[in-house]
């Protein structure tokens, strides 16, 4: 959200419709500013221009690593085109440098991030700091003596929890999240953040040890594992030439690049079938902002659109009768399953709030976590042939909260039999001497 100049409204954008939309500070009075469907970008308001009758806002291709910036007029809601520039995919933190006329925002140049302005009248780029960095959110000193923004490198944890000894065990001590646990729950793959443009894919066994290199690139997602606890598909979606999909062993060996999907900008989760001759995969298209179901065969290695607008799915039944998934915001928010003889898409909890969404080993039932308050719950929910039996059960009450996403996608993950859940724990560290991130403020915009 970005509040209007006068304070008395402002921007967002809303995820039932490819808009960004204005509203009082009430909530009343929701009007749309400006509609971007069609323009195979997803726009997001950045600052309010100080006139009060233009927004500029941000339009991103995906997990690029560039903005094309728009002025919108609030009359017309007319968008003029301010130039692309590249900027940090993981820090879209932008502000007036001289308002109106030019902006600050993080950008990443042979590898060292820093802040930049950018000028909206002549296009320019100008670096403002300099060193190792990485500098990230800039924000103007209100007195025009400078600017404040945040120095330091993330770091973390990835750690699995087991429930019955209830200890834990870092499987790896750096910045780590999308963990994806194979079915039989003794192994873990999951992603590190190793640059500020590059990833690697890695697979561990769930205690941490016999870590394997699968691949390095930009923007890497784990999808998910085949029956056989070996094979597992990952994605890219940092590519120019869009998302693709790959299928490796665990052990890295036999890479199989899938067939490119056309026209989608994001992949998402991916199912594998018991006898692993498909994989159902869940994407966002270019121009629609709700998840498709696409089904791959592996055999001809032909993909179809299997069901629109029906969330991303994360599991099938045992019997392979049924995919399972979820809805994560908007007034579709729940649980869903597919059915994969007719395609028809079955909203079964709505309003709940989950990431995974997993079938207990004998299809009796399926599980799923919800966070709140702090505290984290995981359900489960008794099912049999496509319909619930009774009421959700309270299946574990984990003594500590964990984040859902982190680093734009999942933050955990847990076994069928909640025998061990694995998380993420990020944190931030600067130079040596804290713990926190450092404010550092600079001199040299007003230089």
């Not at 300099?130 to 750690?159: E, R």
């Not at 399926?366 to 929910?381: C, D, M």
């Amino acid at each position: 959200m970005v509040p209007s100049e006068d304070g008395a409204s402002f921007y967002y954008v809303d995820s039932e419709q490819p808009g960004i939309l204005r509203v009082e500070k009430s909530g009343l009075n929701e009007e749309l500013v400006y509609k971007f469907e069609g323009t195979g970008l997803i726009f997001l308001p950045l600052l309010a221009f100080p006139s009060g009758k233009d927004l500029l806002a941000g339009g991103f291709r995906g997990a690029e690593p560039y903005v094309r910036l728009n002025r919108i007029s609030l009359a017309s809601h007319e968008a003029f085109d301010l130039g692309e520039i590249s900027c940090d995919p993981n820090n879209f933190v932008f502000d007036w440098a001289e308002p109106g006329k030019s902006i600050l925002l993080s950008r990443t140049v042979d590898g060292l991030t820093n802040i930049w302005r950018y000028s909206l009248q002549d296009r320019s780029l100008t670096q403002i700091t300099f060193g190792p960095g990485p500098d990230y959110s800039p924000m103007s000193d209100h007195g025009g003596k400078g600017i404040y923004y945040v120095n330091g490198k993330s770091s973390g944890f990835l750690t699995a929890y087991h429930v019955r000894s209830k200890e834990s065990t870092d499987i790896v001590s750096e910045n780590a999240s999308k963990p994806a646990i194979s079915p039989d729950g003794k192994r873990v793959m999951y992603i590190t953040s190793v640059a500020p443009e590059i990833t690697e894919l890695w697979v561990s066994d769930i205690d941490g040890g016999g870590k394997v290199k699968i691949a390095i690139g930009i923007a890497l997602d784990t999808e998910g594992w085949a029956a056989d606890n070996f094979h597992l598909s990952f994605s890219e979606n940092g590519a120019s030439t869009g998302p693709r999909s790959y299928i490796v062993g665990a052990d890295g060996t036999g890479l199989l690049q899938l067939p490119p999907i056309r026209d989608m900008r994001i992949v998402g989760e991916a199912v594998w079938s018991q006898d692993q001759k498909s994989i159902y995969i869940s994407g966002l298209g270019k121009t629609v902002r709700e998840w498709e179901i696409w089904k791959w065969n592996m055999d001809s290695m032909n993909a179809e659109k299997f069901v629109d607008k029906c969330g991303y799915v994360t599991d099938a039944d045992p019997n392979g009768k049924y995919l399972l998934g979820a809805q994560v915001f908007g007034e579709k928010t729940g649980v869903y399953e597919v059915s994969v003889s007719d395609k028809k898409c079955i909203l079964l909890l709505p309003g709940v709030v989950t990431y995974a969404t997993y079938f207990a080993h004998d299809g009796k039932s399926f599980l799923y976590a919800v966070i709140s308050h702090g505290e984290v719950t995981i359900y489960r929910q008794p099912w049999k042939d496509g319909r619930l039996i009774g009421a959700s059960q309270v299946a574990l009450k984990v003594p500590f909260a964990f984040p859902v996403y982190y680093l734009n996608g999942n933050a955990y993950d847990f076994t069928r039999d909640l025998s061990a859940i694995v998380y993420a724990r990020p944190r931030r560290s600067c130079r040596p001497l804290s713990s926190e991130p450092e404010i550092s403020r600079s001199p040299a915009l007003a230089a």
